[in-house]
């Protein structure tokens, strides 16, 4: 064996199209893209969702509904789950960050306080929003609702 018949294994590499490399090649003239039309043509890409000319499916799905882009997103958090974390935590004010510790609202949350359950502890709430009967609740046993 020397330099002149070194050959890679077989197998280890594959037949390569030389592309646009003269008629003798066998892929000269139009370098296997075809006679004529956009594909055939250098810096041609297809559009995202074109099916050839048939109506993509983006516009054959019928639309509706409306999104409003200035809702504002709650993370509600009922009376009775309120009433468990106070138990367990012997605390008598519940803010953002009280509830961001016990893992009931994230950082970037806007709280509302819904009316589900029952409180039974005087206690002062400063979050976002409450709901009416939420509200009503708190007041009842004595305690405050501030709004943020």
């Known amino acids: 064996m020397n330099l002149s018949n ?6 280890a590499t ?5 592309i646009g490399r003269g008629e003798g090649s066998g892929h000269g003239g139009t370098s296997t893209r ?3 039309g956009a594909k055939s043509r250098s810096g041609y890409s297809k559009k995202i969702g074109f099916e050839g000319g048939q109506m993509p499916l983006q516009r054959r799905v019928p ?3 409306f999104k409003n882009i ?3 997103e709650y ?3 009922n009376l009775d789950i309120l009433q468990a974390l106070v138990e367990k935590t012997k605390t008598k004010t519940v803010d953002l960050a009280f509830l961001q510790e016990n893992g009931l609202a994230s950082k970037k949350d806007r709280v509302k306080i819904l009316g589900r359950g029952e409180l039974k502890d005087k206690i002062t709430v400063e979050v976002h929003a409450y709901s009416k009967t939420a509200k009503e609740a708190i007041e009842a046993k004595g305690g405050e609702a501030k709004t943020i």
């Open 6 to 11: 070194l050959k890679p294994a077989e197998g």
């Open 14 to 18: 594959k037949k390569k199209k030389r």
């Open 34 to 36: 075809g006679h004529k």
């Open 63 to 65: 639309k509706y509904g």
């Open 70 to 72: 200035n809702r504002v």
């Open 75 to 77: 993370r509600g958090i």
